[in-house]
């Protein structure tokens, strides 16, 4: 009798461990690596460190994707949409109506039009996009948006929040609100997304 509930109590150890296993690799995929050229890293969480990434990785939860001297990486979203990271860029992702955090380089977005506003954090404060096409710019000093197409909202740590409309970019310089939007000359994004690989930045 005893010998069958030890090995009763070993089983339930064994499918635990298991179970425990199994769920580690259930995180939802919040980002696919789906191009990369040059030097491109990808961690899961902020603890670890940094290993070379692969086409078609998937992100989840808390995992950071980072760019090296003339790198791009290209990140397809499950919520629809897409990601150009140029060089010398850093992007979390992040689960919910916050997809992620950049927090240095330039982010070229092409978000597909959303039931809810989805938004993406910054060291000046929060962009807020439904549908759009954008690049942002962030450096320790300041936040450049350029919008192409859409709209997006962009939302200080002060409070004040500005809404850009297509052909308009906003600087935003740590320590000041907002400004006003400037109009720029017109861009076409699809050749930003579609042009061969190259060492330059876009």
């Known amino acids: 009798m005893s010998n069958r509930h030890a090995a009763l109590l070993l089983i339930s150890v064994v499918l635990t461990a298991l179970c425990g296993c199994l769920g580690s690799d259930s995180q939802t995929t919040i980002a696919t690596l ?5 030097s491109v890293d990808c961690r899961n969480n902020p603890d670890d460190r940094f290993q070379p990434a692969t086409v078609g990785q998937t992100l989840s939860d808390n995992a ?3 760019t090296g001297e003339n790198s791009s990486a290209l990140l397809a979203f499950s919520i629809g949409g897409r990601l150009k990271l140029s060089s010398n860029s850093f992007f ?3 689960q919910g109506n916050c997809i992620g955090s950049q927090n240095a380089g330039n982010g070229l977005f092409e978000i597909d039009k959303q039931a809810e506003k989805i938004s993406i954090e910054t060291p000046q404060g929060l962009t807020t996009i439904l549908g759009t096409k954008f690049k942002q710019t962030v450096t320790q000093d300041k936040v450049e948006l350029v919008l192409y197409e859409g709209l997006i909202e962009f939302s200080s740590q002060e409070g004040k929040t500005v809404r ?6 906003l600087l935003i310089e ?8 400037v109009k720029i ?3 076409n994004i699809d050749e930003l997304f579609n042009s061969e690989k190259s060492n330059k930045s876009y």
């Open 34 to 38: 789906k191009e990369s050229a040059g």
């Open 64 to 66: 950071s994707i980072r």
């Open 92 to 94: 979390l992702v992040k």
């Open 164 to 169: 850009i409309n297509p052909g308009e970019k």
């Open 174 to 181: 740590a320590g000041n609100p907002p400004g006003e939007p």
């Open 185 to 187: 000359d017109d861009f």
